[in-house]
């Protein structure tokens, strides 16, 4: 492997994180600013894949409205899960939600005439059957690379997913900057100080939990987009926790932090593809891939230990009791 | 007329009965103290009033409506706001913000105002600010305005709590302790401004207060509960001379 990569794969690691900062998104306003310990949040960005496509190829529905459906059947995912949910604990609310995103990948596990099963959206139409859910897709990254003069598909991936990063970066940071964000904040602080205002905090954690399953669905639409195929397994609890990942990296209760901390992220996932010098390269690349996991671990640590509070965080607010 | 109507009210945790068969009555424009020794029931007769702790029986009437089996926001919301024995400040939040979450009906606080009416928004916010400030000077808290209210001491988070539910236009304000820890000089003056909303607001007071000279002084009618039930009910002077009150302070002497 060599240590200098191709701009192809550094335009995909930009995708990537464009991906992650969407998704990350969604966890800075349920987790940084109401507080609400969803572990669950990758079931959002399978429902809004598995949707767009289901309704794609087995429905005839077009895309674009396929795709809108998708962010609306992972609302009311979301309200489903809150509903029940919501009054528990923290702690047990957590549990829950963990319990609910698995439920989702193995519904897409195991229902195979729905979803196409562990073989994943290849299988969709059946067997033998070439059915692509993103056909629409590619015509309009086609027509949108013609329109910018961009070199290569990966390049316009790179600005249609950072336009829409920036867009719900922009409207989120309106969102949260209001009255609204500030209530989210307070329940985050003390539920009953603000049910004792007059806050209603149940319908605002069902408004936080709402906004983060259409934050979901939109990453997982992107990610169906850039891959053209995925299966159940792209959608394992793991997802989740690099979200929790990049958010408190970048700074817990800050919007642009999330970006930042995608990109951070990415670069140190992506980079350290590249360790091929010693000690490295003591190491065969099978034990080298397992040892690039330990490295990012220990470069996280290390990152906390000298800023906890993240890159964007104040220091000042983790002490305050 | 009443505004307040608490009849034949228990719950019970475990086999202690904390609140047993209460009733009370609090007038409208009135400052009532209620008073009685630690683990009296005070505090859970005040979860119950506002919707934070069920009870097992009784009724509890606001206004003429009954709010016992409404949700705390929505007691809140009608009009009846109450602070913490230990004061809720949201630490990671500045004191200015603190104080305009209370802002009550404000359109910001809707998702779909924000960007549909930004313009109503804003001019609503700047109108809160405006009050917030105003009540962050009456305790004394300008300074502090920008500053995370986890700074605050404890005292301070007490007024701060103060400036809070003032700020949510309430009629009937429960007070849970609200001169423990202040020092005495701002105990003194939150007083006066319980005295001063009083008079120009017409907003009731009901408090849960342990410096007796100071209950006496101030309110109109003092309720004593006693092992959770109420023992009388009286202006200061009646309340003073009742042997029962004597008693259930400095225990039977039968």
Partial sequence: MSTIASGEFWAFVGVVAGIYTIFGLGVQVQFGYTGLLNFGHVAFMAIGAYTMAILTVKTGLGMWAAAVCAIGVSILAGLLLGLPTLRLRADYFAITTIAFSEIVRYVALNEDRLTGGSQGTINLAGAGSAVQYDETWQRFQTRVQGWLHLGSKDATMLVLVWSAALVLLILLHMALRSPWGRVLRSIREDEDAAASLGKNVFSYKLQSLAVGAVLGAIAGLFYAWQFRFFSPDDFAPLVTFFAYTVVILGGTARTWAVPVGAIVFGLIFAGTRFFDFPPFSYFDSAERAYLRLAVIGVILIVLMAFRPQGLFGKREEMVLE | MSLLEVRGVTRSFGGVRAVDNASFDVAAGSITALIGPNGAGKSSLFNIVSGFLRAERGSVTFAGRTIERRAPHRIAQAGLVRTFQTPRALTKMSVLENVLLAAPHHPGERLGRVFAT??????????????????????????????????????????????????TEPRLILLDEPMAGVNPTLGRQLLEHIVEVRGKRGVTFLLIEHDL?????????????????????GTPDEVRSDERVVDAYLGSHT
């Fill in chain 2, 213 to 233: 000279d100071l209950v006496m002084r101030a309110s109109d009618t003092v309720v004593v509960m006693n092992e959770g039930r109420i023992l009388t009910a």
């Fill in chain 2, 118 to 167: 930004p313009r109503t928004t804003r001019s609503h916010e700047s109108g809160a600010e405006r009050e917030a400030r105003r009540l962050l000077k009456l305790v004394r808290l300008d300074r502090q305005a920008d500053d995370y209210a986890g700074t605050l001491s404890g005292g301070e988070r007490k007024l701060l709590d103060f400036a809070r539910v003032l700020m």
